[in-house]
């Protein structure tokens, strides 16, 4: 290879690791210049992640070296908290810049952090345009298509032509607001039809918007859920989605780069809400200790009371138990597949209703597959658990039975229960993913050990 | 609001739903012409959804009502299953027809699907550059970018000036392959710049590719794991990324709707390892019975393994089982808390290894941040459990304090284990999500007996 080949001589990642293991040792030797040519190459996304592991004091350091252009840029991809620190440290006049500049749905994401003062304090110094802009924003609830979208986009009369369009866009002072489609708005500023810059680059220069211009347009409400503008966007594989007001009139757009951080942020959600965890949306481990044990305990604590029913039935039980000792020695497996399989059977359901994926089959379809799948799965386990209790007590068929027929009635049990249950949920309008793993865990073993000593007592007599 | 209004008068879940309830009801009465208008305003997406929810026999006749444009986008919706149902009843023209107007991307992977027989077949029937780009799709790894990408994308010499370039675009025959970036490569094919659709529009005529073009592009190499290249869109907010050979040469482009749907399969299939299930990428409720549980009974049994090893360290302790009875009860309170609290730290490192939100923290702070709420946590539910197992043994304090302190112990070793884990998995080569919840939950199951049996004799002195 000739090294006239000019791009990928070092990977992305590489040069990540280089910006990673290079900022700070410049900045420590107070080496700026090197710091500004370290930075060249490098994308905004990747110098936001750089100064966001350095120490504070080298931060506000590092972002001045930066273009006025690429600060801009580099701003909008830092966390929250360095954008906060770094507004704390501004002088105010390098604040307004920035703020001004950036692109106001990310403008009205960084005003949700601040304190309300500061707030109030950036609004009044904004200018007009940009006020108008993000008051708009933030004037919609949060997680909805108004408080995502963008309010900059390009609307069209449907009498232009391609080639009237095209000189429109090419002197537009603001090409930031040119994207990948154009919305054609009639003189109420409704929606009319979309025309996708593509599809005006292949057309004919005397067609007009009307000609060419999709009339059945895809499109949200303000109010719309930000996952289910994700779906959409998803399921259309659109570029972007037009947001429309309660009067049909356009007033936004929301681009597939936000999507891909909602539907990113909505799986982590459900993962954490699988795992027994509250998430609220911060990155984890960015968050303090005392915060995440908040965030787990009542969880546990739930659990917990729900164990300590599990225990009463134990200790109800003691004249089985010290007349047949061995009995205890099973529960743990017992309760342990029976959750295990429940987890199985609430994590498919879960995850089907929250990507749609079931709603071909009704709740009543699914439970039933669910519950032939738990017999079969009680059935090889079973089998293997009654042979391995007859080994473990040598010869003791009575209990190995015992073990086997409950474990098969409590693998029934456990998937009955974990995939009827996201859906009672649902269907209460609580999010299925609170049926989580633990959850069915915790109240299979409850039903399990009753299960077990009630079909113990039958076979051994007792 | 006047009946001008031209769009959205029904919503389009609404027209989802209708669709399903009344295609089927139309078909039986055999009104055709019903179904045709029924279909008109529908998207290909949501066609394709309804052909595949109705009986086999109505679907062929469902899709021969379709023009033949939009017979080709539905079909490229159609899951796998369905395609290939139709590929067996349609006459072979049909089948041509179809298959070599769909874009590669989409015909290699239904091609994977398909028996090598057929694929044969129709490889040879298709028109040369079709069969070349296919071929050259399927020469690539599963799961790589060179498979996932499509061959068809515009590459200019960057002598070209921006008038010349819409020309040049406007006179393609295949408009398909016009996307949102323009590649600029050199006599060899290098990669050497993008020039967006938007950088085109909006610059002066006369300027040349080699004047507004990027040069400092992102790439990845045939051979990347399609979950980077996700990542790696996801990360600098791409619409495209270019696919290069070894060669540095450009061969094809991953565009950033395949790659929402790349992201959504990665992170079921997180979730479905956190829930200890396999996933094959299928859809879950398209799987027969048997697949179901093929997927779910290796897991179980492993699970069921581990937890026969905490089955016989309980019966090995019968002594003292048959002396303090009342020991039992507590068995599954200890072993789910523990349980617990290590899906929770599991949960949580695992879900930040696969969005590499962690890699700013390394495994040594990160296992030392879930030890210390391992304790607090331990501490809090361990007081809760002291006293509750006080009350339930009417002043039992020493059985009480055995289980406040395993409780506090296991705790501990919970999140130790739930943390470290995953990092250890990664470094042996394998996916950290194997150590889901249940893994963790059955393993300190194991640990957790046998602290408590150790911590009991101690504080009983026996």
Redesign the interface.
Known sequence: ?TN?????TIS?SELRQLVRSQLQLLLERNNLEGVKSLLV?V?P?DIAEAI??LPEAMQLMTFRLLSKAEAIEVYEYLDSTVQQALIEDFKRQEVIDIVDKMSPDDRARLFDELPAKVVRQLLAELSPNERKATALLLGYEEDTAGRIMTPEYISLKEILTVSQT?ER??S?AN?SE???YLYVT?ESR???GIVS??D?????PEKTLSDIMT?????VHTETDQEEVAR??????L?ALPV?DR??RLVGVVT??D???I??KE??E???A????QSDGD???QTS?WT??RQ??V???V??IT??V???I??SQ?NL??EV??L??????L???G???G??S???VI??LN?E??N??GPGQ?IF?EA??GI??GL??GS??TV??YW??EGNIAVALAVGISLIAISLLASVAGSGLPFLFRSLGLDPALMS??FI??AV?VLG?LIYFKIARLILGL
């Open positions: 290879m006239e080949t000019p791009i990928q992305r190459p994308q996304v966001g592991e095209l866009i090419r537009l090409a040119v994207v990948y009639d409704h929606l009319t810059l593509r005006l680059v292949i057309s004919a009339r059945d347009v895809v499109c959409m966007i998803q399921r259309y594989d570029l429309v009067e049909q597939v780069d999507v891909i951080d539907l990113e799986a982590t459900d993962i954490y699988l795992g027994g965890l990155n984890y481990f200790l995440v044990a787990r305990v969880w546990l604590f659990l917990l164990n300590t599990t225990g009463t134990i200790k003691n138990l010290r000792v061995s205890a020695a099973f529960i743990p497996l309760t342990g597949t959750g295990n399989v987890a199985q609430s994590t498919v995850r089907g990507t994926e079931i071909a089959l699914v597959r032939l799948a079969m799965l090889i386990l293997v658990a391995w209790a473990l007590l793993a633990p865990t915790t073993d050990v």
